[in-house]
């Protein structure tokens, strides 16, 4: 009987001990930003989230290229954005082409162009001898250049990339930076800076900009979510109203598409066309 009875008291606090070991350390929320949404997951999860998201890119085999913010390629220049997209044969469509190694998505590759063209002046079409164009290549991680660099300009787009991670992309492409580094962000966010991984505080720094003298958007598709870059699994930013949806990755805000039609003129493309 004794034996017995040591033996289920040892049972019963080895259960103990793994299910306290399974809790989240400093952790009490239930969800995290998986593509930029707030997810509920379990703790196995939630650790690989918080260092990598589908909006970084972390390899580009046999290309050595220099990356900002993640997701953000830096030409050779350096430079933000070299142009807009220039219009083709008084239309302003952007030609893109679809490596084979990422032709099985086409349909998510197409949904993300569809998101930015239901609710603004910009067209795309597929290539047929353009010597300008998005070329989508698979990648580990998402990523574009910042505005139109000219030739085939590539958008790296990984497995992992959801249609709005890579619209999130195609809109850096267009020329827009990500809502997060704006000079004004402090009046909206909290950058929770200690939380942030080390040698990554350079995803939150200011980016100077024409901000087109519109109205910070915490909702912008071009927003980080509050677990970006966290070496712990704690938020790296905080919104000031904690009542609204950032880092969403499903559509674009009324202030993205305002943004998007504004850089391109796109009232004056309209009453032309």
């Known amino acids: 009987m004794y034996i017995h009875s040591c033996t289920m008291f040892c049972f019963l606090i080895l259960i103990w001990i793994v299910r306290v070991g399974s809790i989240p350390i400093k952790n009490s929320a239930s969800t995290v930003s998986v593509n930029g949404t707030a997810t509920p997951v379990g703790s196995h999860l939630r650790k690989s989230n918080w260092v990598t998201h589908a909006e970084t890119l972390k390899e580009i085999s046999d290309v050595s290229l220099a990356v900002a913010e993640g997701d953000i390629l830096l030409s050779d220049e350096r430079l933000a954005v070299k142009s807009l997209w220039p219009a083709i044969n008084g239309i302003l469509s952007i030609p893109y082409m679809i490596s084979p190694g990422v032709a099985n998505r086409r349909d998510t590759i197409l949904a993300a162009f569809k998101m930015i063209s239901d609710s603004t002046c910009i067209r795309f079409h597929e290539y047929t001898n353009e010597d300008n164009y998005l070329n989508v290549i698979p990648a580990k991680g998402c990523a574009s250049y910042v505005g139109f660099q000219g030739g085939a300009q590539p958008l790296y787009f990984d497995s992992i990339?959801?249609?709005?991670?890579?619209?999130?992309?195609?809109?850096?492409?267009?020329?827009?930076?990500?809502?997060?580094?704006?000079?004004?962000?402090?009046?909206?966010?909290?950058?929770?800076?200690?939380?942030?991984?080390?040698?990554?505080?350079?995803?939150?720094?200011?980016?100077?900009?024409?901000?087109?003298?519109?109205?910070?958007?915490?909702?912008?598709?071009?927003?980080?979510?509050?677990?970006?870059?966290?070496?712990?699994?704690?938020?790296?930013?905080?919104?000031?109203?904690?009542?609204?949806?950032?880092?969403?990755?499903?559509?674009?805000s009324p202030l993205d598409i305002i943004r998007i039609n504004k850089l391109y003129h796109c009232g004056e493309w309209q009453r032309e066309n």
């Open 161 to 252: 990339c959801s249609s709005g991670n890579l619209c999130h992309e195609v809109i850096h492409a267009l020329g827009l930076h990500h809502e997060h580094t704006r000079p004004d962000r402090d009046h909206y966010i909290t950058i929770q800076w200690d939380e942030v991984i080390p040698g990554k505080e350079s995803n939150f720094v200011f980016k100077q900009g024409d901000t087109q003298n519109l109205a910070y958007d915490v909702e912008s598709i071009m927003h980080y979510g509050s677990h970006y870059f966290s070496k712990n699994g704690n938020p790296t930013i905080i919104p000031k109203n904690n009542e609204v949806n950032m880092g969403q990755r499903t559509h674009l």
